[in-house]
Nanobody, 123 residues
Framework: QVQLVESGGGLVQAGGSLRLSCEASTRTFSQYVMGWFRQAPGKDREFVATISWGGGRTDYADSITGRFTISRDNTKSTTYLQMNSLKPEDTAVYYC????????????????WGQGIQVTVSS
């Protein structure tokens, strides 16, 4: 069982930046594809970004491409989501997820999820 804990959320004005972190409770972090998802009020959860085991490959949703960057530090069992040029429509609960599936990119089939963290962008 892998526990994921997100941090770094909060309230920011439109155009601002935030960096989310997700620390995993596993010594085999490099064996997981990591992803970020979000769920806005009244909407389904949607894919945001994913990163491969070593961090060399990434995949992004069209809505955030060019504004968000996913990265990982396997020595710290942590993945990050740098969010720039934030818009009010980015307001959501953001979730970190880990997958054991041996395929990339992955927009579905994640095995472990964090509890989520609120990001609110004011206009």
């Amino acid at each position: 069982q892998v526990q994921l804990v997100e941090s770094g959320g909060g309230l920011v004005q439109a155009g601002g930046s935030l960096r989310l972190s997700c620390e995993a409770s596993t010594r085999t972090f490099s064996q997981y594809v990591m992803g970020w998802f979000r769920q806005a009020p009244g909407k389904d959860r949607e894919f945001v970004a994913t990163i491969s085991w070593g961090g060399g490959r990434t995949d992004y949703a069209d809505s955030i491409t060019g504004r968000f960057t996913i990265s990982r530090d396997n020595t710290k069992s942590t993945t990050y989501l740098q969010m720039n040029s934030l818009k009010p429509e980015d307001t959501a609960v953001y979730y970190c997820a880990a997958s054991t599936h041996q395929a990339f990119p992955l927009r579905v089939e994640y095995d472990y999820w964090g509890q989520g963290i609120q990001v609110t962008v004011s206009s």
